[in-house]
């Protein structure tokens, strides 16, 4: 079963401005699927259209096999958004937020209160249902947002840049519920700008760049188009020059950290092994960026860092 | 269309809506209600005892049913401007959009809560007037029906404002060069028996003066003009201004890019 069918979707806006150019994506049931890309590329227009806030130039969407153009309550009624701006009545009590959009999508009060107290609880914002929104904070509001969205709990949920500004343990911690949510079997959209995020959480992957869809794969089949990754070695004696080694790019950072790049085929016993010989002793190893984010800037900068990779 | 759905989310914004009239009752219910004293105080009792009886009435009694319509029709579509603007403004509009809430009950929930404000400030401008004058109900029906129906036209007419505004000044555009001076010259005041032939003849074009004059025979019994144009009248807009709202949710107007 699919949970969101697409087929050469187009938006012009009323500016001009050709925000989506034909895309077509699908994402099955019980998915955990990322949509990325860069600003202004046409990730927020997609989910707007795919919610109703945006309406659509041409093309096809397809909610759980509910069409928005001939059956869009049922589509809907399958749908929860976390959206990238906060949209609450901010002198709305936290409670009263969560059981009005239960209200809106045909939930009886009582049932609402009993799944307010639940979710709230589960993104620990019970203790403050009574207050103003108003009154939360920024990673607060994002909490709510998550609760909001669920209390009709959906099939599909679509969550765009739920942690942007929130700071990491509260980040974490929602990519825990949002883990046990999918496992739940919630089907989960989600479109971030920590591409760790989306390594973390997500089995399928989207790019959207100018409005078309570059990438479109399982996140493990993205990443093994990886051809080569970047390493930031701490060294137990800091060097004055970038060593020689012998298959291996290096560099030294002004920090004395040296950058080793690492083709996809290599293994890292062969860089240890060189490292060793050469008498080069190193205490700690990183990636210099998230796995994601070279392919994604490779993709979108069109450096062709991956093989492959226009796919639809 | 899901009934049961759009049942709750209907009961669920007159909830809300009346929920917000009384959480901000100073700014919704007091303020009709001083204006509306000193309406009574002014023109009632001051200016009142001077001008005499008007068509068979003394003057504060000919002026209550006015000033009621005026409180409910003007208070019925401040608060359908006010709250459907401000969720767009504020963009929680879109709690109700993404929802399988049809948007006929979007309309009909939004109205029903600036009809039920309407409802609280004129009976609390009722209970005013009557530490001034005595007021006998001579048809309770048409008083009724004729409240509940002028204030959904305007609560309509809030509605198709808030759809349109983009700045909080649009909101009080209307209200102030377009609402306030149909009121004044409906008939609140005067009877339009005092005017010239020509401007008793403008004044037909005012639909504010049907919706006073239906009101005001409801309670006295007397009018300027046919209860039954004020009905048909009234019951053409209500049908036109909710067909006209339903369009514009319908095609997204001031919501959807």
């Known amino acids: ?312 | 269309m899901d009934i049961r759905v759009n049942w709750i989310g209907f009961k669920t914004l007159v909830r809300k809506e009346i929920l917000r009239v009384v959480r901000i009752w100073v700014q919704t219910i007091v303020p009709p209600a001083i204006t509306m004293t000193l309406y009574f105080i002014i023109f009632g009792n001051l200016i009142g005892r001077r001008i005499g009886m008007m068509d068979g009435f003394d003057y504060m009694q000919y002026i209550a049913p006015g000033l009621i319509m005026m409180s409910v029709i003007t208070n019925s579509y401040g608060n359908v401007v006010s709250s459907f603007f401000g969720a767009k403004f504020g963009k929680h509009v879109e709690e109700m959009i993404v929802s399988p809430m049809s948007n006929a009950t979007i309309i009909i929930g939004h109205v029903a809560g600036g009809v039920m404000r309407g409802l609280m400030v004129g009976g609390l401008v009722t209970i005013i007037a009557l530490g001034f004058t005595n007021l006998h109900v001579a048809h309770p029906l048409i008083t009724f029906s004729m409240v509940i129906l002028a204030s959904t036209v305007f609560a309509l007419l809030g509605f198709v404002n808030a759809v349109f505004a983009k700045k909080f000044d649009d909101i009080s555009i209307i209200p102030t060069f377009v609402l306030t001076p149909l009121t004044y010259l409906g008939g609140v005041f005067y009877s339009i028996s005092l005017l010239p032939e020509f401007w008793q003849k403008v004044s037909l074009g005012n639909p504010i003066l049907y919706m006073v004059n239906a009101f005001r025979y409801g309670i006295l019994g007397v009018s300027d003009i046919s209860i039954g144009w004020a009905y048909l009248i009234v019951a053409v807009f209500v049908a036109g201004l909710f067909a006209l709202n339903l369009m514009l949710l319908n095609r997204g107007v001031g919501i959807r890019e």
């Open chain 1, 1 to 312: 079963m699919r949970a969101l069918s697409i087929q050469n979707l187009t938006k012009i806006y009323a500016n001009g401005a050709e925000a989506l150019k034909g895309i077509d994506f699908n994402v099955e049931a019980g998915d955990f699927y990322a949509l990325l890309g860069p600003n202004g590329a046409g990730k927020t227009t997609a989910i707007g259209i795919m919610t109703s806030l945006v309406n659509k130039t041409s093309g096809t969407v397809k909610i759980f096999g509910h069409d928005i153009d001939t059956d869009l309550e049922s589509a809907k009624a399958c749908i929860g958004l976390v959206p990238q701006e906060l949209n609450m009545n901010l002198f709305d009590s936290v409670l009263n937020v969560v059981v009005n959009q239960a209200g809106y999508y045909g939930i009886d009060r009582r049932t609402a209160l009993q799944r307010a107290e639940k979710y709230l609880s589960e993104l620990r914002l019970w203790d403050r249902k009574d207050d103003s929104v108003r009154n939360l904070s920024g990673g607060m509001k994002r909490r709510l947002m998550i609760a909001r969205a669920l209390i009709h709990e959906p099939k599909l949920l679509i969550l765009d840049e739920p942690t942007a500004g929130v700071d990491i343990e509260i980040r974490r911690s929602m990519w825990d519920f949002l883990r046990r949510t999918n496992e739940a079997g919630t089907t989960i959209i989600l479109t971030t700008h920590y591409l760790e995020e989306a390594e973390n959480l997500c089995r399928h992957v989207a790019i959207i760049d100018e409005g078309r869809i570059i990438e479109d794969a399982k996140m493990s089949t993205v990443l093994r188009k990886l051809q080569r990754e970047i390493f930031v070695l701490s060294l137990r004696d800091p060097l004055t020059e970038a060593p020689i080694l012998p298959g291996f790019e290096t560099s030294l950072r002004n920090d004395g950290e040296l950058e080793v790049v690492l083709d996809a085929k290599v293994d890292l016993n062969s860089l240890f092994d060189v490292l060793t010989r050469a008498g080069i002793s190193v205490v700690s190893l990183r990636n210099k960026a998230n796995r994601l984010e070279e392919l994604f800037m490779g993709l979108v900068e069109g450096k062709h860092q991956v093989s492959g990779g226009q796919g639809g």
